[in-house]
């Protein structure tokens, strides 16, 4: 019986022991682990949605916001009151543009962005925009006369009321007297547009069929010249007309180049022509990297070259982290996901499932920032516009409405022969309502080929309907970033106190993930709770086992006890003569006492059949006990 009891002990213990690892397992994965980078995974770890409730949550607790907390919140959540207030307390008192307190025209156009995603009229807005229009005096612009059958001809130049006679050879190099206005290039076949001649209007004639276009490179020349995106022709004796129409957006220290970026972004949203501000940001692309100019420009020209600088910038499929950037990797990321997306590219994919997977913990990125948090949203999961009641709306309808149109990028449009319908409106950035549907290639098509997650093309790339790189070239290995940083954790060879281990990021060899440890939330899950019950009530019953047996025997109805009394003394008529105690009187002297004597033990009648059951069970319990 013993030997029963010892090992039963030992089976509950280990079964409660299995219990209770299973419930810390259970726990861990339901809780844990969030916000992990699992390259390639099919299925992320976080969602959208609850991006959404994070950002609602901070905006809905935080009393006061930075301008950029308020624009990217908008454009993520639309227009709430206690971000719209604030957005209206940073406006000049004079003017309609942002901050107050110097107006800047990057935080206007974002503004403007922001209005113009909640339906708010932002023509005033798009007015100042355009005020701080100046030519653009970084550029060189050149003229090419070239002779379409390749023989000498003889040109007219007509510019200011006056008429220059050049000569074009035969080797195409230029020669005579252009005029105030020009001086042949050193390498003869063009002609400099000199810089007080820059908006002027200039009508090329020849005596032999020619074409004329504009050329342009940034300031001082031998940089990468780049050819204007209309040429024009005409048949002998024939005129073309040019004219350099190139301006930037400046304020009082120069040309913005950032501020004009972001201003061509939302004019282009708003529907204005913004072809006179691409020159300069072509050109002066290579000198401002740290704006990730690349992916604003490819929204602006849909340009295989832009697209191709994009997917070049991006590591390991991911994520973007432009080089001497002034903003975060999420913020660059966002601006490399609103690229893809007005593109209708593949690699977006890739890029969300990346996001999604190292999302924090509350559902909000780099550690519950605000404004990246709200871009990454807007760019990546764009919600349903939503009227803010501020007088809005143009009354315009959605593009796609009508079968056939399609959201173009309005250069891809009109070289597919179609027509920008400025009647209707599109939701994406940088895209045109355009009268014919193009459809976007697959890689196969295209004669290219799909580059791996570990691999970057090494040469020309174009977009496709693939979730991957098209390489029109060839694919090279890549080595494995490390994905720590990019998660809020830091690469050391060892933790601090304060610190843990994360194995789920990866860092260079002999450095380890240490992540900020997380302070206990107060909270277990319900089957914890049930688990830690069922253990108290274990160990109770093993404590009081003996007590339960009997109160189980009782009710059952085997161990019914009785009241246990006294057997009553008899009267003495048993002729046994019974001890006299001796009482002393008061008064009387006391008598000395006097040993009992021995008496005989009183028959007692035989127990009860009740009272045997009693002492049976009691004798049991007490071998079990044993």
């Known amino acids: 019986m013993k030997k029963r009891a010892i090992n039963g002990l030992i089976l509950l213990i280990v079964i409660v022991a299995l219990l209770t690892g299973f419930a810390i397992a259970v726990e861990n994965s339901s809780s844990g682990n969030e916000g992990a980078t699992v390259s390639g995974t099919s299925t992320p770890k976080g969602s959208s949605e609850k991006g959404y409730q994070c950002l609602s949550n901070l905006v809905k607790n935080k009393q006061g916001f930075s301008l950029q907390e308020a624009i990217f919140s908008v454009l993520a959540l639309g227009g709430e009151k206690n971000l719209l207030d604030s957005i209206t307390n940073e406006k000049s008192s004079n003017e309609a543009c942002w901050p107050k307190n110097g107006c ?47 023989v000498p001809s003889s040109c007219t130049l007509k510019y200011d009321g006056s008429e220059k006679k050049i000569s074009v050879k035969e080797d195409m190099k230029l020669d005579g007297s252009p005029g105030a206005c020009f001086v042949i290039s050193s390498s003869g076949y063009w002609l400099t547009i000199r810089d007080g001649c820059l908006d002027k209007e ?29 040429t024009h022709g ?3 004796l024939g005129s073309t007309k040019e004219r350099v129409n190139s301006k930037c957006l400046k304020t009082d220290s120069g040309c913005d180049y950032e501020g004009t970026l972001w201003a061509a972004l939302a004019l282009n949203k708003g529907g204005r022509d913004v072809s006179s501000y691409l ?81 924090g913990t509350e559902g909000c990125w780099n550690n519950n920032n605000i404004r990246d948090t709200g871009f990454i949203l807007y760019t990546g999961w764009p919600q349903k516009s939503v009227s803010s009641g501020g007088g809005g709306g143009d009354g315009k309808e959605a593009c796609e409405i009508v079968s056939g149109q399609a959201c173009e990028n309005m250069n891809s449009c009109l070289d597919a022969g179609g027509r920008v319908l400025s009647n209707f409106k599109c939701a994406s950035f940088g895209t045109s309502c355009c009268s014919v549907d193009i459809k976007q290639q697959s890689c196969n098509e295209q004669k290219g080929f799909i580059c791996a997650g570990n691999q970057k093309c090494d040469g020309r ?23 720590c940083e990019v998660s809020g954790g830091l690469c050391k060879s060892s933790c601090n106190e304060d610190e843990e281990k994360d194995s789920t990021q990866t860092c260079l060899a002999g450095q380890i993930c240490c992540q900020n440890k997380i302070p206990e939330q ?66 009387y002297p006391t008598r000395p006492a006097t040993t009992r004597p021995q008496t005989m033990p009183q028959k007692r009648a035989p127990p009860s059949q009740k009272d045997r059951e009693f002492e049976e069970t009691l004798k049991k319990l007490k071998d079990m006990s044993k």
């Open 104 to 150: 800047k025209i990057k935080d206007t156009a974002q503004v403007s962005l922001a209005y113009e995603r909640i339906g708010k009229n932002n023509e005033d807005i798009e007015k100042w925009i355009i005020s701080k229009n100046a030519t653009a005096s970084e550029l060189i612009w050149y003229l090419e006369i070239d002779i379409s059958n390749h």
């Open 202 to 230: 200039i009508e090329i004639s020849c005596d032999q069929d020619f074409i004329s276009t504009l050329l342009y490179e940034k300031k001082p020349a031998g940089a990468t010249v780049f050819v204007s995106s209309e």
């Open 234 to 236: 005409a048949s002998a």
């Open 279 to 359: 020159p300069y940001l072509v050109a002066l692309a290579e000198n401002n990297q740290r704006y990730f100019p690349s992916a604003i420009l490819y929204i602006l020209t849909g340009s295989d070259d832009q697209f191709a600088n994009v997917i070049q910038n991006q590591k390991q499929s991911r994520s973007w982290r432009i080089i001497g950037s002034p903003y975060s990797e999420f913020y660059d990321t966002s601006l490399g996901i609103l690229a893809l997306q007005s593109g209708n590219s593949g690699e977006i994919n890739s890029v969300k499932n990346y996001l999604l997977n190292i999302q």
């Open 461 to 483: 790339s174009v977009p496709s309907i693939e979730n991957g790189v098209c390489c029109l070239d060839g694919c090279i290995n890549v080595a494995e970033e490390p994905t």
């Open 522 to 587: 107060g909270g277990i899950s319900a089957l914890l709770i049930v688990l830690i019950i069922l253990i108290i009530l274990v160990i109770l019953a093993i404590v009081f086992r003996n007590k339960i047996r009997l109160w189980i025997f009782k009710f059952k109805g085997k161990a019914k006890s009785s009241p246990v009394t006294k057997p009553a003394i008899p009267p003495n008529n048993s002729g046994f003569n019974l001890p006299q105690i001796f009482r002393p009187r008061p008064g």
